[in-house]
């Protein structure tokens, strides 16, 4: 049987799991990556090719950039090179019709949440956020809507007590690759149905802002370490140590529940065993943080270099 013709979409490092995971089997032939056009980056603003591109390029794959999704060349070539089935996973923009309906067999997605719960661009970080027990990851045929089109298949994971949106991320991406894997020749053979999705329980998980990282100490502790874990490493959960000639940013790395209670905000402890901050009704105990432009360090460290006075206000 001739392997299956593929073109895969994909811009994010989280592409990139499937990606490798389809170039090394026999049964699909991956012939055309579509990436996002570089981007400029850093101090510089150097061209950045994506995560996809380069990986792409070391495979020896052929990339397409169109700066639009839409673009009619972009999709006459797309035609012209008579794909079975489009693979689409964190590319980037919204497909047309045109593109949706081109392969025999469509466009499959893989979403890192359980749909439809967190439709949107950032499934991960807002099951972290949210305290929730487990996610996982849905194999989805692609329709016009946001993340709406008919489930091929899901697998789950629970969310760990130690997980951050990078190891969640990590693990997410393997499991997406493996079950994409087995679903698409069973798919093609016609031996699953699409399921349209429950119409209860659909959220909504909106792309993260550097102003979510920002800790509000009026919130419980609980809250505020899920949020830690969900924005780590980017945004980072970061707070302000009030200096002259202007406050100093810190970001907190790692954290944990603190039995003591004092006002929100208030340092309570500052020594070896770490920095204890007042929360609503509780306190977190800080592990490891960063000031601005300085190392990631140990607190005890940290606090070696820049000693913080109990009482301080956060």
Avoid at 34 to 39: H, S
Avoid at 128 to 153: C, F, H, Q, R, S
Avoid at 215 to 231: H, K, S, V
Wanted: include cysteine; glycine fraction near 8%; aromatic fraction near 4%.
């Amino acid at each position: 049987m001739a392997a299956l013709k593929i073109i895969f979409m994909g811009t994010a490092e989280l592409s990139c799991t499937s990606l490798e995971k389809l170039t090394q089997d026999q049964r699909f032939s991956v012939c055309t990556i579509v990436t996002q056009p570089d981007k400029p980056k850093g101090r510089e603003l150097q061209l950045q090719p994506s995560p996809v591109k380069i990986l792409a390029e070391k495979l020896n794959l052929p990339v397409l950039q169109p700066l639009r999704a839409r673009d009619e060349l972009f999709i006459a070539k797309l035609r012209e090179l008579k794909p079975d089935l489009i693979v689409v996973i964190a590319y980037g923009q919204i497909l047309p019709a045109e593109i949706l309906d081109l392969p025999p067999h469509g466009c499959l997605n893989v979403h890192t949440s359980l749909l439809p719960k967190y439709r949107g661009a950032a499934p991960i970080q807002w099951a972290i956020a949210n305290g929730d027990a487990e996610t996982g990851v849905t194999i989805m045929k692609i329709d016009a809507g946001l993340d709406t089109g008919p489930i091929l298949a899901t697998r789950r994971t629970p969310i760990l007590p130690a997980d951050d949106s990078r190891t969640l991320h990590d693990r997410l991406a393997r499991l997406g690759a493996e079950l994409l894997a087995e679903t698409i020749p069973v798919y093609v053979a016609g031996n699953i149905m699409p399921q349209p999705q429950p119409a209860e329980g659909s959220s909504y998980a909106a792309k993260i802002k550097k102003e979510d990282g920002k800790i509000d100490w009026q919130l419980p502790a609980e809250i505020i370490l899920n949020r830690l874990r969900a924005f780590t490493p980017w945004p980072g959960a970061f707070t302000f140590l009030k200096s002259e000639p202007k406050p100093q940013l810190l970001k907190i790395w790692k954290a944990e529940i603190a039995g003591q209670s004092g006002k929100a905000g208030e340092v309570l402890a500052a020594d070896k065993h770490g920095l204890i901050i007042g929360c609503s009704g509780n306190s977190l105990r800080i592990l490891e943080l960063q000031r601005e432009g300085g190392k990631r360090l140990m607190t005890e460290h940290f606090l070696a270099g820049c000693p913080i006075q109990p009482g301080t206000t956060l």
